[in-house]
């Protein structure tokens, strides 16, 4: 079992910065991949980064490139997500996720294990 716990996401101001945390528990030896998803109220849930757990593949959507970074501590099983030059349309629960497989890491169903989501406002 898999158990994933998101941190970090709170109100901030447009143009300022977060950093979200997922750490990761349990049986993580057959996680090949993290992602973080967002869900902006209502909408539908949509990818926002995903990475590699050696490190070696990264992704983003077009909506967050060069403002956000993925990245990972494999020593303490925690994979972040750094938000700089935040916009309104920001504003959603953002969660992390785990995938088990080998491909198809912009595609939410590629994704096993997920966390609780942590809610990010971003204020003008």
């Known amino acids: 079992q898999v158990q994933m716990v998101e941190s970090g996401g709170r109100l901030a101001q447009v143009g300022g910065s977060l950093r979200l945390s997922c750490a990761t528990f349990?049986?993580?030896?057959?996680?090949?991949?993290m992602a973080w998803f967002r869900q902006a109220p209502g909408k539908e849930r949509e990818f926002v980064a995903s990475?590699?757990?050696?490190?070696?593949?990264?992704d983003y959507a077009d909506s967050v490139k060069g403002r956000f970074t993925i990245s990972r501590d494999n020593g303490k099983n925690t994979v972040y997500l750094q938000m700089n030059s935040l916009i309104p349309e920001d504003t959603a629960v953002y969660y992390c996720?785990?995938?088990?497989?080998?491909?198809?890491?912009?595609?939410?169903?590629?994704?096993?294990?997920w966390g609780q989501g942590t809610p990010v406002t971003v204020s003008s």
């Open positions: 349990g049986r993580t030896l057959g996680i090949y991949a």
């Open positions: 990475l590699t757990w050696s490190g070696s593949n990264d």
């Open positions: 996720a785990g995938s088990p497989y080998a491909s198809g890491y912009s595609e939410a169903k590629s994704y096993m294990y």
